[in-house]
């Protein structure tokens, strides 16, 4: 029987109660191990806040948002005398494997952990903006993508006046796939994302090109990293004390400058956590809960240091190294058939 | 056989396709008459902008958002000789009676035409914000407030931060119902509305002392309209130039108080359009096309300068004058009610 | 400080933990009461089987389906010695006051341990078919009238075969309000009753009308309690063991009986359950809070003896006694509003 | 200036007006070809029953189920000179190239006509099963899934009895894909699939070592295509007139066994057709853009007598031929996953 470890870290991402599920129910049912939650990230491990996990605990969790076990951005290697509590607590749990559940900074605490000898990990991949290079898709980006695009639905039927534009900011700070899916899918006239910085002038006169061809509306998707071209405007990609960029810079931004250069009723929708909330998809639900079992088999395996993750149809492992290392930008071949439907 | 005509009018109201086809089909298939919708409201008959409606092109219509007939704000009043042109086209047109579907200003302009003797009229009230006290409810709100409490409901699974503090601005410029309801509905923890300025100082300390007591999340539910007591902040209620409140402003506000305030991590959603558009609930499909119905009805029995509006279970006429006369404001004891779950 | 029993009885319905909610919350923080919960409705009484109920295990489940107490159909009336063992229960547990939420059985049980004299009771009336004179609306009907009009939708958008005609069974034993609402808000082309027996061989000549007249769909809706007129027939209203309609009887009955003689593809949808589960919609849990909330209220002004109950805006009380004696049936005017949309 | 031709047959599958919008846009807008829609799958090229297609009547169909050219079964090499018809459409019509988008025998179709020399084609997949092994994933599947996935999720809030089991038959005749996402996806407590006929008696001990154990409610998923292990039990599988599995007949053969031999109250849920229609997911609507966008440029590209598929992120081309040769079942490992899930 093993101790087996689980936590999630950063931001919420619908989907990590179905991977500690996952985890669990094959760790308790199958391996016979006892599973321990920590609560808040890695802040449950400094400071020992622990919960024991079991089959009656997790039951049910499975379609539920956020995490049961709470999250928190704290990192052991920023405090001195954490990464000693790490250790400590560690002992005191008699933790043999720890599945920690998270994105680039929480797994990067334990791969430093793991280089460090300090403890045996396989970790699970998070990242809402579905920005990771080393798997196909992470768990949460479809159903924010799903969540973008019923409310593009609705603004496509409003239809009060001749000259309206939509503007509709979506997550995605350095890479911009919740805003191309989530355009293609809802059929916006634009996108813009951060990978492509956006000349303001092309975009209005891309606007009124449409106008003036009969359209009387118009759909434009903004990733909230998108930022103009050229020095002089710089709403885009600030970031307030929480790390967050500054809420409705850009789409606010744009609101702004097409309702002043075009005359056009220019509208800002800012779906802001509801993309990041709420029960995930049927999708999301399969690939964390295959990610979970897959996490706990490649610990039993003794294959540690390893990250899972999705390739084509398969659950594989990579290293955590390479896992970290590279992450994924809008494809352009994408991009390129999303603006075939510009028009 | 009479020729009956349709306009929609003012902002976007999920129903309003639920309506048209109410009156077409009792129009058509019972009454034997003709049915006219005129284009983008007003601006339609000003402008005999007609289109035939008949069961074919009505068919399918009902669960769409939006508008098939197009709306406006154009008041045939305001500008030197345009009641001449809507005489000329009811006459070209050979309208006998004519069915708007508006909110006051549509009304206002049919009231004004029916007490001139242009024209015979019966009024369907729109009014996506519910603040007409001639009604009990007007099609469309329910479908917002559904709205709002799903994306509250989504909020309340995210759960990264410990001191989190959600800002939802809905739509109610003047009265509070949508923020009211959805509040109710979604479990929020505090509720500004237009109706009772708010003491910026109590909010925050409300929150505070929430949080004190071990709560980690806390949402507050903002009607657009909703203005802080006192003079010296004005950023509530503004409106630009296209009559709408100004974007973000309440919400973008509060988020900034509060997070100035309390060091929490308070964050906003502006749901905006998205509150209007898409396919209307059940609720407001079957209030939509009772309407509809009803207002042929009366038509037909000649009963015309009426409303009609939904009493308890029933749909009743009251004269345009007295519909029109008085707004609806959020009923205290609702609101005490909703209090009780604020803690 | 009074100790207040709450217990949910019958059949889930959407908003069951809305007014467990609404009662715990005003009566622990605005009146300082206790509150109990009794597991599996009258059982739960019978048996002693309570759980502690207060603001913090009732946080969160507003928009919960299900019951958080369980239900029943025990009734202490039906075996001898209940009814002592429900006083004992009451006095050990020092009960002043019990909330009972239920239908028929549930709240007849209550009305006569009230008129016994054995405790104080106020009922909150509960019955997904809303089929009770006594108030304008019960909770969690329009749930399943909103989930029952999505199907509906979704089978609108199908046409493989020219000759389609859907089935869609839905609940309503002795009343067709949730087939009437939803095949209105659905745009259904027949809807059938338990309050007009059917003749089976005009629905079918409905049908075939349609087709002839170039249609290549039609969708009917049909109550559980259905039946076709005639003797002959008498497949629809058979019941189980468990007192529920038999699956699939009027529902697959028309199926084969459609298919048969038109030679047309019908198909059946059967929900079934998924009517009655889930979280319930904004305008549910508005309803469902308000009658948590009247009912303490009543209780704590020692108003005993009646049910809470909806009337236009308000919420108003009435006597168990008149609550439980009449039925509500169909109306033929809103019934004859939805013919006019069979063409 | 090409012309090119796009029909859709067999089932409804929502992503169908995606994929003809995407061949429409790349067509018209890029390429500068002409579209052409024929009428009811390859009946519409027998009998020369066609729409023009441009950028105009393909606007807005993005989001909306079925499909707006109509589906057929027929089959031109079903009926003598049916074939010659189809040469004399295409010759009349001057199609250069022909985009067919179906499942089996649609595509069988087409690939006999390119076999045979009479029309360039290239082929979109289409089958809402996801059971071809040529590509990851079908549109339509996705959709499919979720729709069964909400179903479970309400169902898994009702709670009335101790001992209820729910039985919800989905589509899946031949391969289980359906039934074993959406079971994953749900939590369902067992999974039956056309791949690994049951043991009657297995599933009957499982739910009641299940209630044993302290559970009281069952959730049992079952495709339509699965059948009891051994001869003597027929219901499952049964297909009627129109080619589909009869309804109710496996879901309404367990609901009774499983009353019959536990005395549990179990109960069926048949979606049927709901699964078919209405809007598709992001996912889907990404998906069939990209299927449509890839076919015509494959087309162009003159790479004829081909079919479009997912691999991993990809859009490829596979032959025709390879691709209609193999059906994909259930893959072991997730399947085992799942059963990961029963306890």
Request: with cysteine; proline share 3%; hydrophobic share 40%.
């Amino acid at each position: 029987m093993a101790r087996v470890g689980i936590l999630t870290g950063g931001g919420d991402c619908p989907g990590l109660n179905a991977v500690i599920r996952g985890v669990v129910r094959k760790a308790v049912k199958v391996h016979g191990n006892q599973a321990v939650g920590f609560r808040y990230g890695w802040a449950g491990v400094v400071g020992g806040n622990t919960v024991p996990l079991d089959l009656d605990n997790t039951s049910g969790i499975l379609p539920r948002g956020g995490t049961i076990l709470g999250s928190s951005r704290t990192n052991p290697y920023g405090m001195d005398g954490d990464v000693e509590k790490v250790k400590e607590t560690l002992a005191v749990e008699a933790i043999d494997m720890l599945i920690p559940i998270g994105g680039e900074d929480t797994l990067g605490v334990a791969r430093r952990l793991s280089d460090d000898g300090l403890i045996n990990v396989v970790g699970v991949p998070k990242t809402i903006d579905n920005d990771l290079s080393a798997t196909d898709f992470t768990f949460g980006f479809q159903t924010a993508v799903q969540i973008v695009t019923d409310a593009i639905d609705r603004l496509h039927t409003t239809a009060e006046s001749h000259n309206r534009v939509m503007v509709v900011e979506v997550m995605g700070r350095s890479a911009g796939h919740i805003a191309l899916w989530s355009g293609m899918a809802g059929g916006a006239d634009a996108i813009l994302i951060p990978e492509r910085p956006f000349d303001i002038d092309e975009v209005v006169r891309h606007i009124q090109r449409r106008h003036e061809r009969g359209k009387t509306f118009s759909i434009v998707v903004v990733a909230e990293g998108a930022t103009p071209a050229g020095a002089e405007v710089t709403t885009g990609g600030e970031t307030d004390a929480f790390g967050h960029a500054r809420l409705g810079g850009i789409g606010v931004f744009l609101e702004g400058e097409i309702r002043a250069r075009t005359g056009y009723d220019a509208r800002a929708t800012i779906l802001g956590h509801v993309q990041r909330g709420g029960t995930p998809t049927a999708f999301d639900r399969v690939l964390a809960t295959r990610f979970g079992v897959a996490a706990i088999d490649a610990a039993m395996e003794g294959d540690f240091g390893k990250m899972v993750s999705l390739r084509g149809q398969s659950i594989v492992r990579v290293p955590l190294a390479d896992a970290l290392s590279e992450s994924k930008l809008v494809d352009p071949d994408l991009y390129a058939t999303a603006e075939t439907f510009f028009g």
